[in-house]
């Protein structure tokens, strides 16, 4: 599975962004996927990740109300939308699947980097004030 993400850019503060990821060399409808960030001289950390029917959401709290995560199974594409930005979003986004299939995981796994097998090149997201 090869992950494309796109959609990066400069926003003032308080504008939005919207994030693709498409996937390529197989249908990724039935693997769970995510976003994750990374600003400079920071980890990785996770934004948001969708289940593989994209019935649950998951965000972590500094996102959360602010970001929309979603898919289309039918397109093979990942969707985040960023809304209300901050500086302190500015990062590299990357998004993420799972290598499983179906699988459904407890709420605090979905935010961990060692479910995630694909990622993809990152796309830069920079908040000016």
């Known amino acids: 599975v090869q992950l494309q993400a796109s959609g990066g850019g400069v926003v003032q503060a308080g504008g939005s962004l919207r994030l693709s990821c498409a996937a390529s060399?197989?249908?990724?409808?039935?693997?769970?996927m995510g976003w994750f960030r990374q600003a400079p001289g920071k980890q990785r950390e996770f934004v948001a990740a969708i289940s593989w029917s994209g019935g649950s959401t998951y965000y972590a709290g500094s996102v959360k109300g602010r970001f929309i995560i979603s898919r289309d199974n039918a397109k093979n594409t990942l969707s985040l939308q960023m809304n209300s930005l901050k500086p302190e979003d500015t990062a590299v986004y990357y998004c993420?699947?799972?290598?499983?299939?179906?699988?459904?995981?407890?709420?605090?796994?979905?935010?961990?980097?060692?479910?995630?097998?694909?990622w993809g090149q990152g796309t830069q997201v920079t908040v000016s004030s």
């Open positions: 060399g197989r249908a990724v409808s039935n693997n769970v």
């Open positions: 993420a699947a799972d290598s499983s299939s179906r699988r459904t995981y407890i709420e605090r796994d979905y935010s961990r980097l060692g479910l995630y097998e694909y």
